[in-house]
C-alpha cells in the first residue's frame, strides 16, 4: 500500500500529460521584412501551440525597417500580448538573416533557442514535436526536414529556410564560427554544428509558400545565396 500511494504522489508531481517543464524556457527568433499580413497570424499561432502544451516562451520579433508597417503591427502584438512575451528589437534598416539571429540572441532570455521565418511557411503547431524530440534524444540541434516521415511540402522551393531548435549556448558558438550573413547562414550553421560534433534530431513537418506577399529573395540574391554555398563548401 504504502509503495502504491508513493506512486501515486510522485505521478501527482509530474508536469500533465502532454506538457513540458517550466523550468525550460523557449526564445523564438522572428525576423521580419515586409510581414505586416502574416506576422498578426503566425505570432497568435505560436502563442496558441505554447499555451495549450504549457510552454515557458518569448518571441522576439526583428524588423528590418520595413515599409510595410510590420513594425506598427509588432507594436501592437506587444500591447496585446504583453511585453513578457513579445519583445520587439527593431533595426533600422535591412542588415541580412544572419546579424539578425545575432541582434536577436542579444535579447534572448530562453535556453533554448527556436529560429524561423514570419511567412508562415512552417506552421507552429510542429514546435511541440521539436521540443519533445530534442528532450527524447538530449539533442543539441533539433531541424525541420520534408525528406522523413509524413513531412510534406506545399509550393516549397530551393529558397524556403527551414525551422531549427538550438540549446542557447551552441547557438552562440555556432554564430561565432559563421561567416554567412545571408540566406545561406542557416545551411552553414548546420554544416558546422556536424564538424563540431553537436547532436542534431529531425522532425517531419509540411512547408508551405508564402501565405500573403512575394518571396522576399530576388534575382541577386539568389545569386549571392548560391556563391554563399560554393563559398561554404569551399571552406569545409
Not at 517543464?21 to 505554447?50: A, C, G, H, M
Request: glycine share 8%; with cysteine; aromatic share 10%.
Amino acid at each position: 500500500m504504502a509503495s502504491e500511494e508513493a506512486s501515486r504522489n510522485s505521478r501527482s508531481r509530474r508536469e500533465p500529460e502532454g506538457r513540458f517543464p517550466r523550468q525550460d524556457k523557449y526564445s523564438v527568433l522572428l525576423p521580419t521584412y515586409n510581414e505586416r499580413e502574416n506576422l498578426p497570424l503566425i505570432v497568435w499561432l505560436l502563442v496558441k501551440s505554447f499555451s495549450e502544451s504549457g510552454i515557458n516562451y518569448e518571441i522576439i520579433i526583428i524588423d528590418d525597417g520595413s515599409p510595410d508597417g510590420t513594425r506598427d503591427i509588432a507594436e501592437q502584438l506587444v500591447k496585446i500580448y504583453g511585453s513578457d512575451k513579445i519583445l520587439l528589437r527593431p533595426r533600422e534598416k535591412k542588415l541580412g538573416l544572419g546579424t539578425a539571429y545575432i541582434h536577436g540572441m542579444k535579447h534572448a532570455t530562453g535556453n533554448y533557442i527556436i529560429i524561423m521565418d514570419a511567412d508562415l511557411s512552417h506552421h507552429p503547431k510542429f514546435i511541440p514535436e521539436f521540443i519533445r524530440k530534442q528532450k527524447e534524444g538530449n539533442f543539441d540541434i533539433v531541424s525541420g526536414t520534408r525528406y522523413k516521415g509524413n513531412g510534406g511540402v506545399y509550393g516549397w522551393d530551393l529558397k524556403r529556410k527551414i525551422i531549427r531548435l538550438y540549446r542557447k549556448e551552441v547557438l552562440q558558438k555556432l554564430i561565432e564560427k559563421c561567416v554567412s550573413k545571408g540566406y545561406v547562414f542557416q545551411m552553414e550553421m548546420i554544416v558546422r554544428a556536424r564538424q563540431l560534433n553537436y547532436t542534431i534530431g529531425e522532425v517531419p513537418i509540411s512547408f508551405v509558400d508564402r501565405v500573403y506577399g512575394e518571396s522576399k529573395l530576388g534575382g541577386n540574391e539568389i545569386v549571392s545565396f548560391l556563391k554563399g554555398l560554393l563559398t561554404l563548401f569551399a571552406t569545409t
